[in-house]
């Protein structure tokens, strides 16, 4: 079966949330000092390509280890909201237009292409579209996850954080409060369309707030 | 289908191979303080359940990026090899017959159990079997990729490194030589018997001679 990979890659000095530490990818030892090659990474537990938690952003919400790892294989849907303009809200109307797939079958997880990965690595890529409330309820209120190819799901601060608009993270606390799970940074997803599975095992990570990931789609061919 | 993780959980001081760093897990954000919690880990290619690449040990040996993704899905074979004495050789014969299936079928890798991960956060850990380098050439002229429950498929060197026999990492070097890649530091194989599916996607990590995994076993019902 065709798999893809969701995941960006993890470089020293790639893109980080804002006000995140920056991300350390240094030689450790090498063949020709050393006899093998090792690598240190200094990250965290939304670098890149990642899964919140409810303890990301919830008291007492539930850690990743809490979760069955069978969760990790996601029956995904594909669901394009590409075209979107810099810091623009994706309504419910356009969440729900966007998908070519019958919601009746059994679903873990919507993917929320917006083509906004090109911009990585560039300023633009923080000024990515966003999911509206009642959008994030509709999500929740069906008890699905939800993945996306921006660095959020809610609007990312800019250096001046009183221009945002709705503040709160309102979509982040509608899914992790609904014990959702977000998937985040994803790349890639105009490979997929329908239906495909979404392998993404986190890293067992002490605390459990989140975890980096290698996001495979597999499709049925 | 059951799924059984097999890798160790990332945790603050937690085991490393003797003269590497010590792994760092550290509250970066709390939700009392900063509305939202995020951990900060400082680890390296090789920490607790991770894959090793050609490039770790051979000039020119494949990164772990040159392999297609569906590689890390392995056709995985349990072999038997509990009870071994420490610092004992795991010989060519003794594999063999720990192997109860047909290696006629389309298999990728064995995955050999010798029960050490019970000595995990103890020094014994460090004292386990290791395989054989007939044992070694034998896996490699299959072509099959080799998992192990401890932190070395060689010896790990003691403080009196001159103690050590073979030296120079002679089964790493006959498996990444051909090509072949090693899964180490899993745990919990004794509810494994036969055929399984390992899934263990490595992070994408620039360099790639290695990645940390979560290890997880498919078994069919």
């Not at 995904?76 to 303009?85: E, I, L, M, W």
């Not at 998908?99 to 633009?124: F, P, Q």
């Not at 959020?152 to 799970?181: F, I, Q, S, W």
Request: charged residues 20%.
């Amino acid at each position: 079966m065709p798999s893809y990979d969701l995941s960006h890659p993890i470089a020293d000095g790639m893109p980080v949330y804002p006000g995140d530490p920056p991300v350390g990818v240094e030689t450790l030892a090498s063949i020709g000092t050393d006899g093998y090659h090792q690598t240190a990474l200094r990250i965290d537990t939304h670098t890149g390509t990642h899964i919140d938690a409810p303890a990301h952003m919830i008291d007492d919400g539930r850690s990743l280890s809490a979760f069955p790892l069978e969760t990790f294989r996601f029956a995904g849907q594909h669901v394009d909201c590409t075209g979107f303009k810099p810091r623009a809200e994706i309504g419910l109307e356009k969440l729900t237009s966007g998908i070519d797939g019958d919601l009746s079958e059994a679903l873990d997880l919507l993917v929320v292409e917006t083509g906004w990965d090109d911009y990585w690595e560039t300023d633009r890529y923080f000024e990515h579209p966003f999911l509206s409330t009642d959008a994030a309820k509709w999500v929740a209120d069906r008890g699905l996850h939800l993945g996306i190819d921006t660095p959020n799901v809610d609007p990312t601060p800019t250096a001046n954080a009183a221009d945002d608009e709705p503040a709160g993270y309102p979509v982040h606390r509608h899914l992790l409060g609904a014990g959702r799970l977000l998937v985040e940074n994803l790349r890639g997803l105009s490979r997929l369309a329908g239906r495909f599975e979404l392998q993404a095992y986190p890293l067992s990570i002490q605390g459990g707030d989140g975890a980096p990931v290698r996001a495979v789609a597999v499709v049925e061919a």
